[in-house]
């Protein structure tokens, strides 16, 4: 008694915990197959124990017990209750009235004692063959059990040893109140639930339970169902049931002795045979093969062993499984080469055209999901096949952006295999880029932990905030080798803004043959050269170039040389007109009516969009030597981005009203120039659209 009295106080004071710390939400992390296999438990017990109240026998594995039960006077006792339990559901499908099940167990006393009286059998035969349990010594009042609490006399140490009982029965109901009560709200049509506070009331019933002397309680679905839809969901109703309840338990147990066995063992049979229904049988094809498994196993642990080895099996299984299934899963969500998408800066045509020819350097890899043991491994694997031989010599890569936007956690194994990684990378002389994870996340504590971090002094390991930044990084990078390589063969000298590794100098252009990934630079790097070099179409006399000309030459020339190209240009130049932006100034803002297009000539500029949430994002960025608001100056719509100068700004600015003017004037030379205009932005619009759709 001091034992079940223990049990209901723990199971409270934990219900309290849970609730009142407002943690409730944690046994939600329970899976359902577990407790799906503790309650098949549960059910095959209530079976055992409806074998023995009806059998009077102790069930155990032995040939004796077996014989005992199939003798014509035990048969009788628990057929007869099995048989009604049967005949209980059988009806139960017929009849569906929440009211069915406990009419039909006011129906079968009755029946039973008509029958017997018919027979003219007397209460003590009854009483003498089982069929009627057996009556309270006289004289028992009600509150006999009380006197039989002597912690003198107890046995503690006998109490520890059920500590483990104790717990698991604790276990077994906080299971039931993440399922139990949404079901409840469900079924009565409430729509808002608190389960803190649900669990803050099982705690104080428990606890009052257990100062009373009484057992653990925990909300049936079942039994709430029926009360309320029986007319019980008031206050009142609640009320009745307490006094009705406290009326039987002040009666005293002499009641019990006028109840025939196969009722109360129809009853038990009936949980039983619905719950093992429940975990067994409703769960085929509902649940995996490997789910099915773990239900299966902690039924037959729990029939076999015992009650909390069931529980612990299905959770070791649970944790098994779960390593087992996740590891299946790929980490990585997506990989793509840098020819499949790009950054959305807007660049030279020079450089695009120099890009498009070694952007395959670029490997992306988008991973996903917790990363721990099980699944780094496949990532491994991956990169491994990448630096394969037969592979590098079709794809040779120089850099390798790893996104961790999607990552949400990394263990320490995940974390060490990243340091395998980089120690492979650097062996090929690969740079690994690092981009969406931000510095004091989960993910990126642990990479800095692990030394895989742009600050821990190694030099082919680069981070990034987004993916874009990363691809423009690399994009950079690469550019620096056009211009070192352009240095080496036409003198010219490397813009300054393009020595962004230190690896690569004047000195190591000699090397650029050694490779496939040199002689891949090599061949990009002269076939978008002559672009740049071709002798330059007749345009104005030098005396009278417009300021504009050699830009607007610049950026519109290289997408269609020839000379009626350079004749628009020539006959626009005269209008643009030179103005500065100083850092942070806007040249725009989204919802604004256009005033004209722009040539970058020094400076750079940044678009951004609205995400949505009030937070300005950038989508683009605009370098020297490119245009920008050919669109809004073409279609006279208001600008759906903002334009902010990055820092100080020189640009040519080509206005609207001009626009309009020249259109009237002379349309066939406006609308070549329109022509040239709009390739910026359709480049522009390909490389974002790219973006947006295969980097997600």
């Not at 129906?107 to 027979?119: E, M």
């Amino acid at each position: 008694m001091v034992a079940y009295v223990s049990s209901t106080l723990i199971t409270g004071l934990v219900f309290f915990l849970l609730g009142f710390l407002k943690i409730g939400t944690l046994v939600d992390f329970f899976p359902r197959h577990i407790l799906v296999g503790c309650i098949g438990g549960v059910g095959y017990f209530l079976l055992q124990t409806a074998l023995e109240i009806t059998s009077r026998l102790k069930l155990e594995a032995s040939w004796s017990i077996l014989h005992d039960l199939f003798e014509p006077k035990t048969l009788g006792l628990w057929s007869s209750s099995f048989a009604l339990a049967i005949l209980l559901r059988v009806l139960n499908a017929r009849f569906t009235s929440p009211l069915f099940v406990p009419v039909f167990f006011m129906i079968v006393p009755a029946v039973f004692y008509v029958t017997t009286a018919l027979l003219g059998l007397s209460m003590e035969t009854l009483r003498a063959k089982g069929w009627v349990f057996e009556l309270p010594d006289a004289g028992v009042p009600f509150y006999h059990f009380y006197t039989l609490f002597n912690f003198g006399n107890t046995d503690w140490r006998v109490v520890l040893k059920t500590l483990p009982t104790m717990l698991g029965l604790a276990f077994f109901s906080i299971l039931h109140v993440p399922i139990n009560v949404p079901a409840l709200a469900v079924s009565t049509n409430v729509d808002k639930i608190d389960t803190n506070r649900e669990l803050l009331a099982h705690g104080i019933s428990n606890i009052l339970s257990g100062m009373l002397g009484s057992f653990q309680n925990y909300l049936v679905y079942t039994n709430s169902v029926l009360f309320i839809r029986s007319g019980g969901g008031s206050n009142l109703a609640g009320m009745m049931l307490c006094g009705a309840t406290l009326a039987i338990f002040f009666s005293g147990p002499s009641i019990i002795g006028y109840i025939p066995t196969m009722v109360v063992g129809a009853l038990i049979f009936h949980l039983g045979l619905e719950l093992v229904k429940e975990a067994l049988i409703d769960t085929v094809g509902v649940v995996n093969r490997l789910e099915y498994a773990t239900i299966l196993a902690i039924v037959l642990a729990m029939a076999m062993i015992g009650f909390n080895e069931g529980i612990f099996l299905g959770i070791l299984m649970a944790c098994f499984f779960f390593i087992l299934l996740y590891s299946r899963r790929s980490a990585l969500r997506k990989a793509y080469t840098g020819s499949a998408v790009r950054s959305t800066v807007r660049r030279l045509y020079s450089q695009r055209r120099f890009l498009d020819d070694v952007c395959r350097q670029i490997q992306v890899m988008r991973l996903q999901g917790f990363m721990f043991f099980g699944t780094i491994n496949g990532v491994e694997a991956y990169i491994r096949n990448l630096l394969a031989q037969r592979q590098w010599q079709a794809n040779p890569i120089r850099f390798l952006v790893l996104d961790f936007a999607l990552v949400t956690g990394m263990d320490f194994s995940a974390a060490e295999a990243f340091i395998r990684i980089r120690r492979l990378l650097e062996s090929r002389e690969i740079y690994m880029v690092i981009c969406g994870a931000e510095r004091v996340s989960e993910v990126g504590n642990a990479l800095r932990t692990a030394g895989v971090w742009s600050d821990g002094g190694h030099e082919y390991v680069q981070t990034s905030p987004s993916l874009n930044e990363a691809l423009e990084w690399c994009e950079n990078v690469l550019l620096q080798y056009y211009y070192l390589q352009q240095a080496a063969l036409v003198g010219t000298e490397v813009p300054q803004s393009y020595y962004i590794v230190s690896a690569l100098q004047p000195a190591s252009i000699e090397m650029y043959g050694s490779s496939p990934r040199h002689a891949m630079v090599t061949q990009a790097t002269q076939s978008a050269m002559p672009v740049e070099n071709d002798s330059q179409p007749p345009g104005p006399p030098s005396d009278t170039v417009p300021p504009a000309f050699s830009l607007l030459h610049q950026a519109f020339l290289d997408l269609k040389p020839n000379e009626a190209a350079d004749e628009a240009l020539a006959f626009v130049a005269p209008h643009f007109v030179r103005k500065q932006l100083c850092a942070d100034q806007c040249l725009w803002r989204v919802g604004s009516v256009p005033e004209g297009m722009y040539l970058v000539e020094s400076g750079t500029l940044r678009v951004y969009v609205d995400n949505g949430l009030g937070d300005l994002e950038v989508v683009e960025s605009i370098l020297p030597g490119t245009s920008l608001g050919e669109l809004a100056l073409i279609t006279g719509r208001p600008h759906s981005t903002t334009v902010m100068a990055d820092n100080t700004v020189v640009l040519w600015e080509f206005s609207k009203s001009v626009y309009d003017e020249l259109s009237a004037k002379d349309p066939a030379r406006t609308l070549a120039f329109v022509r040239l205009a709009l390739m910026y932005p359709a480049q522009g619009m390909a490389a974002i659209t790219a973006y947006a759709f295969c980097a997600q």
